[in-house]
């Protein structure tokens, strides 16, 4: 029988080095090799999940197909391996400590005093070790920076697992950061010397670190490492800066990183190794044959990372195109303040595109630019509020519904858009009422939707039955629809009940669609979803070639 085993990935120096990148492409390196990989992301924060947090403070909210609300890290996971990650593979603190809590509430514990060590520490070890004999590998990435208060006992678990589970069954992957220092001329090793010392201090020794530099590592540095951090100095792997995420299997593989990884546990390391998967997707992003401009038009644009599977799902809307994708970022609200630049704003672009969102800020502002992509032919895809303010828009403007709105907003007369109360989810039927908690109970994860037959969208699926991953508390309201379809808002996709709005079409311009689910959490650099596919197709419609 083949042992699973554990490869823990920490980070130290400064965050956002790509712990995230690098966990998701060692996954599609062990899995290239033909191993069966789960990977896992362990969060020390005391949220029980990202859900309730401002995308200004912990990025995109990724939304699993099973309905959790995780970290953004998830998304790099499913795109790098197309595995689909479930509620098991993103634990947070207050996830352990609520779970504990509640267990010691009902008398697990009985006698005891509950404690960090070994109640949390046991129950972070049971997350970690929950369904994992059908893998090869499992490679759990923790975050956060060596160092923190927060970490330690997720440190302390690793720890422990080294020690139940044996040494060489697990390893530990440390990344950290290699500063050049102009002055000096020199890619300075100390950070990563002190960063190796603070894991010693709580027992850990990694096996491999993998060093973020922005030039190759010089032998003598690497020496210097291997010999103060008791590692083997091909053990020290360079995470050269790098064009495109997409290039980090090829260039760690290049490094040796699967390679040393193998030798650790003992395992065949035959090379060459088949990358041509990843290299066609490098070659199409560094090699594109036209360009073209798309302007997002959302709320949360100064931190890219609050939009990170979107901006993902262009990029591979590009590749599949082999186009590049500019991607020009607009605050909502400048538009609103500045009603007379929207031509300036959105004319260069060669689609626009309303993204998903919350609450009222910036509301106005959508509205128009889907009113300027509507009104000149520029291509338009809406994403979940994207959607429901396409047809408030239309409503508005179309249909001489001029109080339409949503009751997120406002208090309306005309509920374009309402409070969901009740959705059909496998069988059973959920409810809400207006005062129920707000975390984890939105129209989660996926659901199925029908297309209409020979809508746009069914076209462009290549099919009329469709399952999209859902992130919504509001609705598109089902009885303005035959006032819509009159004006030429044709509601090409419902669920399967026919009740809720999945998909809507404008009739009389090129390509204006509006989706109520998330297609940019499916796409794939190897499989770009359609409707991006599509929207960039169009988009490039609109474009000359380079
Ligand atoms: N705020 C809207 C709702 O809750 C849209 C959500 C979203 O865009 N993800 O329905």
Request: glycine fraction near 8%; include cysteine.
């Amino acid at each position: 029988m083949f042992m699973t085993r554990f490869i823990f990935i920490t980070g130290g120096v400064v965050s956002s080095l790509g712990k995230g990148i690098a966990s998701a492409a060692l996954a599609a390196l062990l899995q290239t090799r033909g191993y069966k990989i789960r990977l896992r992301k362990l969060d020390p924060y005391l949220n029980v999940d990202p859900g309730t947090m401002n995308p200004y403070q912990h990025g995109e909210v990724f939304i699993t197909e099973d309905g959790a609300e995780t970290d953004l890290d998830l998304g790099h996971y499913e795109r790098f391996t197309d595995i689909n990650t479930t509620r098991e593979d993103n634990t947070t603190t207050g996830k352990i400590y609520s779970d504990v809590i509640n267990r010691e509430r009902r008398g697990d514990y009985l006698g005891t005093t509950v404690q960090v060590i070994p109640h949390i520490t046991d129950a972070i070890k049971s997350t970690i070790l929950a369904n994992t004999e059908d893998f090869d590998f499992v490679i759990v990435e923790i975050g956060g920076t060596v160092g923190d208060i927060e970490s330690l006992p997720f440190l302390e678990s690793i720890r422990q697992l080294r020690n139940d589970l044996g040494m060489d069954r697990t390893l530990v992957m440390h990344l950290t950061l290699l500063p050049w220092i102009p002055s000096a001329g020199e890619l300075k090793t100390k950070p990563t010397q002190h960063s190796v010392k603070e894991l010693q201090n709580v027992g850990i020794q990694p096996q491999i670190l993998l060093c973020r530099c922005d030039r190759p590592i010089p032998s003598a540095e690497r020496q210097k490492i291997a010999n103060f951090c008791n590692v083997k100095p091909e053990a020290v792997i360079a995470a050269q800066d790098i064009d495109t995420i997409y290039a980090c299997p090829i260039s760690y593989h290049t490094e040796g990183m699967d390679r040393e990884i193998l030798r650790y546990f003992r395992l065949p390391h035959v090379d060459p190794l088949n990358l041509s998967k990843w290299q066609n997707i490098v070659h199409a992003l560094r090699y594109p044959k036209t360009e073209v401009t798309i302007a997002i038009v959302g709320k949360y644009t100064s931190l890219l990372d609050s939009y990170k599977s979107l901006h993902e799902a262009l990029l591979h809307g590009g590749i599949a195109h082999k186009a590049k994708i500019h991607l020009e970022w607009i605050e909502a609200e400048t538009l609103e303040k500045n009603p007379t630049q929207i031509h300036t704003l959105l004319s260069c672009a060669h689609g626009i595109l309303v993204p998903g969102g919350f609450g009222e800020r910036g509301i106005q502002g959508k509205m128009e630019a889907v009113r300027f992509a509507r009104e000149n032919n520029i291509p338009f895809l809406g994403i979940c509020l994207g959607m429901q303010i396409a047809v408030i828009e239309c409503a508005r403007n179309l249909a001489n519904i001029p109080e339409a709105s949503s009751t997120e907003f406002d208090q309306t007369c005309e509920p374009l858009v309402g409070l969901m109360r009740e959705w059909i989810h496998e069988d059973e039927r959920l409810r809400r009422s207006e005062n129920v908690q707000l975390g984890g109970t939105m129209r989660l994860g996926s659901y199925p939707a029908v297309l209409a037959e020979k809508s746009r969208v069914a076209k462009m699926y290549g099919t009329t039955t469709i399952r999209e991953r859902h992130r919504h508390r509001y609705e598109v309201n089902i009885h303005y629809r035959s006032q819509l379809e009159k004006v030429g808002l044709i509601f090409s996709g419902l669920s399967p009940d026919g009740l809720l709005p999945e998909v809507v079409e404008y009739a009389h311009h090129p390509w204006f669609i509006a989706v109520q689910y998330h297609p940019e959490l499916k796409s794939r650099p190897f499989a770009p979803h359609p409707l991006f596919a599509g929207f960039i197709g169009a988009a490039l419609q609109q474009a000359r070639p380079l």
